[in-house]
Structure formats: structure tokens, C-alpha cells
């Protein structure tokens, strides 16, 4: 077991967003190993925005973002539970970075379930075509691969992170519930494109 200096917990605590004292509590349960102590903060977050996710979310905020010279733009509805959390300032970065995380990335749709069957089908028709020949078992499991990476492309919560590409964009919403206490959802978003 390695010592936790006050050096390890700021370490910590830059590389997750996390408080001081949860950094310090998980860094103790991961006996002073960083990378042990982000895997057990995300579960903690996870953990927490799950018991979280069932609140009425009311109050947020519109937010936009224009870039490239004005060329790309995207407004976000980002919602919480109270009007004193979409006054934080945690909250007001949250929404500009999905926004800027959008503007980027460019996802069709917030989540797999809101995906049409429609286009599910057409996309595992367009990925079994790709395996034929293989025993279907095999052909099976590559098809569902290339169905999770195709979800990871163009759903935004299953993107990874523009900010941070070791996590996706549902785990950074789930650590900033975690941190802020209330539940967060993303609403609505859309994103133009000069000539599109």
C-alpha cells in the first residue's frame, strides 16, 4: 500500500473533477493506486446518478454555441431539478462543453433507445452483409460489435468524451450528477452546419 500524499489526491482530483474528500476516501480504498481509484469513482458516480435518475427534472438552461467562424452552431436544452443548480457554475460548464462536444462530434441522436427501428435494421443489414461466409455464431457476435461501435458513433451519450476520450459522455454526465447532487438529463439538442 503506497502513501496518499495531499500530491496524489490533487493528481486525483484533476484527472476526475471530483471533491477533495471523495478523492481521499477512494484513494484509501484503492490503497494510493490512481488509475484503481478513477475506476471506483466512476462506479461511485454511476451509482449515484442511477438513484438520481428517476427525479422530475423542471428548471436548466438553453445554451449555444457557434463555431468555425460561424459555420457550425448548436443549441442544447439541458435540464436539473432546481434553478440553483442551473445557476452553478459546474452546470453552466457542463452545458458548454456538451455543446462544444456536439459541434465536434456531430451525433444523430441522444441515445440507442431513441434510434428508429427502421435505421437499427438498415444499419444490421448493411453490417451482416459485411460477415457473410463466416459460421454464423461468429457472424453473429461481429454483427453486434459493429452495432455497439455504430451506436458509439452517432448516439451522443455513448460518444466518447470530446473533453476526454478515456470516458464517454454519459459517464462525465454521471460524475457531474454525482458531484452536483441533482439529477441532470440532457433534453433536446440540435446542430446546423453551413450548407447542410
Given at each position: 500500500?503506497?502513501?496518499?500524499?495531499?500530491?496524489?489526491?490533487?493528481?486525483?482530483?484533476?484527472?476526475?473533477?471530483?471533491?477533495?474528500?471523495?478523492?481521499?476516501?477512494?484513494?484509501?480504498?484503492?490503497?494510493?493506486?490512481?488509475?484503481?481509484?478513477i475506476v471506483l469513482l466512476r462506479k461511485k458516480g454511476?451509482?449515484?446518478?442511477?438513484?438520481?435518475?428517476?427525479?422530475?427534472?423542471?428548471?436548466?438552461?438553453?445554451?449555444?454555441?457557434?463555431?468555425?467562424?460561424?459555420?457550425?452552431?448548436?443549441?442544447?436544452?439541458?435540464?436539473?431539478?432546481?434553478?440553483?443548480?442551473?445557476?452553478?457554475?459546474?452546470?453552466?460548464?457542463?452545458?458548454?462543453?456538451?455543446?462544444?462536444?456536439?459541434?465536434?462530434?456531430?451525433?444523430?441522436?441522444?441515445?440507442?433507445?431513441?434510434?428508429?427501428?427502421?435505421?437499427?435494421?438498415?444499419?444490421?443489414?448493411?453490417?451482416?452483409?459485411?460477415?457473410?461466409?463466416?459460421?454464423?455464431?461468429?457472424?453473429?457476435?461481429?454483427?453486434?460489435?459493429?452495432?455497439?461501435?455504430?451506436?458509439?458513433?452517432?448516439?451522443?451519450?455513448?460518444?466518447?468524451?470530446?473533453?476526454?476520450?478515456?470516458?464517454?459522455?454519459?459517464?462525465?454526465?454521471?460524475?457531474?450528477?454525482?458531484?452536483?447532487?441533482?439529477?441532470?438529463?440532457?433534453?433536446?439538442?440540435?446542430?446546423?452546419?453551413?450548407?447542410?
Open positions: 500500500m503506497s502513501e496518499i500524499t495531499a500530491a496524489k489526491v490533487n493528481e486525483l482530483r484533476r484527472r476526475s473533477g471530483a471533491g477533495f474528500v471523495d478523492c481521499k476516501k477512494v484513494l484509501d480504498e484503492a490503497g494510493g493506486d490512481i488509475e484503481e481509484a454511476s451509482a449515484t446518478a442511477a438513484k438520481k435518475a428517476g427525479r422530475e427534472t423542471h428548471a436548466g438552461l438553453i445554451e449555444s454555441y457557434i463555431h468555425n467562424g460561424g459555420r457550425i452552431g448548436v443549441l442544447l436544452e439541458l435540464n436539473c431539478e432546481t434553478d440553483f443548480v442551473a445557476r452553478n457554475e459546474d452546470f453552466r460548464e457542463l452545458a458548454a462543453d456538451i455543446c462544444l462536444h456536439i459541434a465536434a462530434s456531430n451525433p444523430l441522436y441522444l441515445s440507442r433507445d431513441l434510434v428508429p427501428q427502421s435505421v437499427i435494421d438498415q444499419e444490421r443489414e448493411i453490417a451482416a452483409a459485411q460477415v457473410t461466409g463466416k459460421p454464423s455464431a461468429i457472424a453473429e457476435k461481429i454483427v453486434e460489435g459493429k452495432m455497439d461501435k455504430w451506436f458509439g458513433q452517432v448516439c451522443l451519450l455513448e460518444q466518447p468524451f470530446a473533453r476526454n476520450q478515456d470516458i464517454r459522455l454519459e459517464e462525465h454526465l454521471a460524475a457531474v450528477v454525482s458531484r452536483i447532487g441533482e439529477n441532470i438529463r440532457i433534453g433536446r439538442f440540435a446542430r446546423y452546419q453551413l450548407g447542410e
